[in-house]
């Protein structure tokens, strides 16, 4: 399939793993885009610009294929060193890089004169626009339904991927509730040039989480994620459990007043404790509503294969079979 975002990308298939905190390693990467996809380095969990090169130097050994980093902007007390992490993004020759948080202005003009191309993550219409206007190449809408951060607007995709394809005039890719070739398809015709999975992705057999992870998507119906830190305007969709239903009764029981201190047992520092040992009670982590459609663990390129088989299927056979009718 030929879209705007395969040739800007140079990949064979319109299919982006977002950046994901602890399971965007470079195992993940090497495995979407050997795939034909476009496989995505966290750079956050990295850390330090010495074991980002680290882990940009993996994903080189493992593919041949275009890959990214993701650079989140998180408000943070103790910055990371994003000077040094964009020069090891530029310095190890990554051509494709995923900003996400925090309007990306000041790391743009890096970018651009070492010819990266930059897709900006945004949850609104208005910052995609604002996205545009400052030069990025594309953006990634994610709707009410993503894993990880919706923003404040809760808007569904539904609305909010066409409300995008009438304003916007660079590509963009659907992201949020994304699994199949019917997400797929969808999202074309709602104006997007390719789709970006995040727990789609986790259940897969080379995700690097622990497998208490997977099995956890798999069991997981659309009921099980909930909203947190919403008081706090740092609202994120996570996967149900002992600690979550914890933290919503602190964020109850504080009202207004609640301060992320309330919280920070129930947040911070717990994705090691799951995503690498399984402690599935350990804290809140981001996961999807797409958890519903997922019952499987294949292999990255099953999943992307399935995806492109069955949306050629719906666009030649279910929708021209309309047309004929
Ligand atoms: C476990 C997990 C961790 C994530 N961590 C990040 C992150 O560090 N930075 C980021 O920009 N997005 C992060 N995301 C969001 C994804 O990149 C993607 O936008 C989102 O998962 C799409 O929604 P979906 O899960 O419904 O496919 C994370 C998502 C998940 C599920």
Redesign the pocket.
């Known amino acids: 399939m030929k879209t705007a975002i395969t040739e800007m990308f140079g990949i064979k298939h319109p299919i982006i793993q977002?950046?994901?905190?602890?399971?965007?390693f470079a195992e993940m990467a090497a495995a979407v885009s050997n795939a034909g996809g476009l496989g995505i380095i966290?750079g956050?969990?990295q850390g330090t610009p010495e074991k980002l090169a680290n882990e940009i130097a993996r994903c080189k050994d493992m593919t041949d294929k275009p890959f990214g980093v993701?650079l989140?902007f998180l408000p943070a007390v103790n910055a990371p060193d994003y000077p040094g992490l964009v020069r090891t993004i530029i310095e190890g020759g990554v051509k494709i890089v995923?900003t996400?948080?925090n309007n990306p202005a000041q790391v743009l003009p890096f970018f651009k004169d070492a010819g990266v191309k930059v897709i900006h993550?945004c949850t609104s219409v208005r910052h995609s626009l604002k996205a545009q206007s400052i030069g990025c190449d594309a953006v990634?809408v994610?709707g009410f339904?993503?894993?990880?951060?919706p923003g404040e607007d809760d808007i569904p995709n539904m609305i909010l991927l066409p409300r995008a394809a009438d304003e916007l005039e660079i590509p963009f890719v659907a992201?949020?509730?994304?699994a199949d070739g019917r997400s797929l398809v969808a999202s074309l015709a709602m104006g997007a040039d390719g789709m970006?999975?995040?727990?789609?992705f986790?259940a897969t057999k080379e995700a690097p989480v622990h497998e208490n992870v997977k099995a956890a998507i798999v069991a997981a119906s659309e009921l099980d994620t909930r909203l947190v830190m919403r008081p706090l305007r740092n609202t994120e969709r996570v996967m149900t459990n002992d600690a979550v239903e914890e933290l919503l009764k602190i964020e109850q029981e504080k009202g207004a007043d609640l301060k992320f201190e309330d919280i920070i047992e129930q947040v911070a520092g717990v994705y090691p404790r799951i995503?690498t040992e399984g402690d599935m009670d350990a804290g809140a982590?981001?996961?999807?509503?797409?958890a519903g459609l997922i019952n499987d663990i294949p292999t990255c390129q099953e999943l992307i294969d399935n995806i492109m088989s069955e949306a050629e299927a719906i666009i030649t056979q279910r929708l021209a079979g309309f047309q004929a009718g």
Do not use: F, P, Q
Request: aromatic share 4%; glycine share 24%.
């Open positions: 977002g950046g994901m905190h602890y399971v965007g966290t956050l969990t993701n989140t995923e996400a948080g993550k990634s994610d339904e993503c894993g990880g951060h992201s949020g509730g994304m970006n999975m995040g727990t789609r986790i995503m982590w981001s996961c999807g509503m797409v």
